[in-house]
Structure formats: structure tokens, C-alpha cells
């Protein structure tokens, strides 16, 4: 047989098994928040107030503590199109088998801008938000050293 034939054939058995499942595609556009415009994210320079760039920015989506008394504070924007499959197909009685392909653009942007104590940028950064957003971590418990030895502490520390 040839090749013709073998896509033929394919494609009409994938016919047979997709309308025996039931099946779903699904496109989706999402779009939150605007980006920052290159010019004004260009414009930023260390020594700024958090008041001069609050006015060029405007207000941030989250705040973070930024060594000890600093703050760092995030912009973030999405603009998405997603393309998704479902497929369910029945096997047996009570028993089916299925799959979900989902082709989205989920990578969201966002611009970082980390301050001082004296509330003067420091530095900024553009990128992916997995990589701007600081690692995940359980603050530690540091008693005050007057504390009396109790519960979790001993004489040694």
C-alpha cells in the first residue's frame, strides 16, 4: 500500500474513535492588566523616590519585604491565548479513557522594583514572573534573647 492509502485509512479510523469519545476543543483569550510601557520602564533610574515611580507606574499588583525594612514591589500583566482538547473515549462499561492537551501561552510578564530603607529604587527587572517573584520559604522564629527557657528552648539556645 502506499502512503495515500495509509493516511487514508488513518484518518478514518481516527474518524471511528473520535466519534465513538466524546471530545471538546476549546479556545480562550484572557488579558489581565496592561503592560508597562518600554519607555517608562526605560526611564527608571537607581536614586528614584517610591513616590516618583508610583507616579510614572501607578499602583503595583503585590509588595513583598525586601531586606529587613525595604519593600519590593511587582507590576504584572497577561495577555493569553489558549487552544485546549479534551477527549474522552468509553473503553468499557464504567471504564474510559481520556486526555487533555492544553496548548496555553501561560507565562506572564512583569517588572520588579526593589527599594531601600530610604524608599530609593535600588535596582528593577523585567522578565517572566517565575523568575522576578522571590523563592518561597517558612519564616524562622528568632525569640527575643530575655525570653525564658520553656517549651522548644533549652538553657544552650
Do not use: K
Not at 500500500?1 to 479510523?13: E, F, G, Y
Not at 479513557?97 to 506572564?108: C, Q
Not at 517558612?138 to 517549651?151: H, I, L, Q, W
Amino acid at each position: 500500500m502506499n502512503a495515500s492509502v495509509w493516511r487514508a485509512l488513518s484518518a478514518t479510523l481516527l474518524g471511528c474513535v473520535l466519534a465513538s469519545a466524546s471530545s471538546c476543543v476549546v479556545y480562550d483569550r484572557r488579558r489581565h492588566d496592561e503592560p508597562l510601557a518600554p519607555e517608562v520602564i526605560s526611564a527608571l533610574q537607581p536614586g528614584q523616590s517610591l513616590d516618583a515611580c508610583l507616579r510614572s507606574l501607578g499602583a503595583p499588583r503585590q509588595c513583598f519585604a525586601y531586606r529587613g525594612d525595604g519593600v519590593a514591589m511587582l507590576w504584572a500583566w497577561s495577555d493569553t491565548d489558549a487552544l485546549s482538547v479534551d477527549v474522552s473515549l468509553p473503553l468499557q462499561e464504567n471504564v474510559s479513557a481520556s486526555f487533555d492537551l492544553d496548548l496555553a501561552d501561560t507565562e506572564a510578564q512583569g517588572c520588579m522594583l526593589w527599594f531601600g530603607p530610604d524608599l530609593q529604587l535600588e535596582r528593577w527587572q523585567q522578565g517572566r514572573l517565575g523568575d522576578l517573584l522571590p523563592g518561597r520559604s517558612r519564616p524562622t522564629f528568632e525569640p527575643a534573647s530575655d525570653e525564658p527557657v520553656g517549651y522548644g528552648r533549652t538553657a544552650g539556645g
